[in-house]
């Protein structure tokens, strides 16, 4: 039996605690403030992006993992005596998974292994940590990977969107929408669907009327989720956090875990941003 090791991106957003528990390795992504350049909770946190952005007035670019940073973890890996199992951001999201692969032609070994969540933050991370759970059964890599792409179509990935100042100025919505939604009070609800974003419900009025709007499809769905995971991510708004988990009781989650967004997923939502993850049955 080959012993295999998980490796993921940071756009993963999973806990510290929940990486060093099952032995998954991150590579960083890049934060950008023009010639200014951060890897991704490694030399920049969230809190110091958003001082930065309100100081400079301007928002970062991010940008992939570098082929190099795969190779590195790849080789010292593959020097252990590991097989390799990258499950990280989609490839419609970022070119990470693009860097993946070439790095994988680099090495030029079959024991490197790569998949495309289609998805992002702890979307991808309930991948990681589902493989990460047959792993630890003793499954090897081919029946996890199999294991895994039936569980892709069946993540749920949706956040609410506290701020239209982010999509603004990092252009992916017009000036007119931005003051239209904020002068209307809307906060979108953005979803993960076939591997890319689209916006789904468009509440108006305060964040905690979005929230509830995901809430109450969570528990519609409540005998479909599949209920080893559940994640709670956000951008500095813990105090949602809280609100959803006190009205997610109900609902019988093995694991309920609350996790933060990181710099590069932050930094296309913005503060305050949240969402309620989960795999369906």
């Known amino acids: ?22 032995q998954i390795s991150i590579i960083p992504l890049y934060v950008n403030f023009k010639e200014d350049s951060y890897l991704d909770g490694v030399t920049l946190t969230v809190p110091e992006m958003y001082k930065k952005v309100d100081e400079l007035g301007f928002l970062p670019k991010t940008s992939a993992a570098s082929p190099g940073s795969f190779v590195e973890i790849f080789e010292k890996y593959l020097e252990e005596g590991y097989e390799i199992l990258y499950i990280g951001i989609g490839a419609k999201f970022s070119g990470t998974f693009q860097s993946a692969y070439s790095a994988k032609q680099l090495v030029a070994s079959d024991k490197i292994h790569l998949i495309d969540s289609e998805n992002l933050s702890s979307g991808s991370g309930l991948l990681v940590l589902k ?20 569980l892709i179509p069946k993540v749920r990935t949706q956040f609410v969107i506290n701020t ?21 009070k809307i906060k979108p609800i953005i979803k993960v669907v076939d591997g890319g974003m689209i916006v789904g419900k468009k509440p108006r009025g305060k964040i905690e009327i979005a929230i509830d709007v995901l809430i109450e499809e969570v528990i519609s769905l409540k005998d479909d989720i599949d209920p080893e995971f559940m994640m709670i991510t ?17 609902i019988s989650i093995n694991n309920l875990y609350e996790t933060d967004a990181g710099c590069v997923i932050s930094s296309h939502c913005g503060q305050g941003c949240i969402g309620i993850l989960y795999i369906l049955k």
């Open 1 to 22: 039996m080959h012993k295999i090791k998980l490796v993921s991106d940071s756009t993963c957003d999973l806990s510290k605690s929940l990486l060093e528990q099952h």
């Open 234 to 250: 956000h951008s500095m708004a813990s105090n949602s956090a809280q609100y959803i988990k006190s009205k997610l009781k109900a």
């Open 164 to 184: 239209m100042e982010y999509l603004y100025k990092g252009g992916r919505c017009s000036g007119i929408a931005a003051i239209a939604g904020t002068l209307l």
């Open 131 to 150: 493989a990460a759970k047959f792993i630890e059964a003793g499954d090897d890599v081919e029946t996890i990977i199999k294991k895994i792409k039936i």
